[in-house]
């Protein structure tokens, strides 16, 4: 007898993987941000100035939160996350990074003009059911991989 595919899958993850930041990560990026805001006071470009020391401000605020937990659910209406429920309609493409343990992620191309790109957190998930279920209802893209935006944080330890 067939096994049956399933028609809807669901999992909690992270919003991001939170990598923890050590004494020298927060001082250079401190030294960092202080020599840029240094420069441009003497550039007398007091608005670039304000603005990375705003910068540096909301960066070392995020860089001390913590990742929340997001409920994510793909069945036939469409993704959910948490509360919110995106169609397929808006979901132009999908693919997937499965490299443990480093990258396990579920990408998404959307409609938005901002924010055109979705990744999910995999965790402990098998791939293969949620690309399965994917399949029936946008296409999938074999030649993207991780986001240059993502490996770029997971190098900074952003």
Do not use: C
């Not at 919003?15 to 930041?21: G, R, V």
């Not at 990744?119 to 059911?129: K, R």
């Amino acid at each position: 007898m067939p096994e049956e595919t399933k028609t809807e899958i669901s999992w909690s993850a992270p919003e991001f993987i939170h990598q923890p930041k050590s004494p020298l990560w927060f001082t250079l990026a401190g030294i960092t941000g202080l020599t840029l805001i240094i420069y441009f006071l003497f550039q007398r470009d007091y608005l670039t100035a304000l603005l990375f020391f705003l910068l540096g401000l909301v960066t070392f605020y995020f860089a001390k939160l913590p990742a929340k937990s997001v409920q994510i659910q793909i069945g036939a209406k469409g993704l959910k996350l948490n509360q919110i429920q995106i169609p397929y309609q808006k979901l132009k493409k999908f693919w997937i990074v499965y490299e443990p343990p480093i990258v396990k992620t579920l990408n998404f191309e959307t409609t938005a003009y901002f924010n055109r790109f979705l990744t999910l957190q995999l965790e402990n998930e098998n791939p293969l059911p949620i690309r399965e279920i994917l399949l029936k209802y946008i296409p999938e893209d074999l030649e993207r991989g991780e986001q240059m935006d993502d490996k770029i944080a997971r190098k900074l330890k952003f």
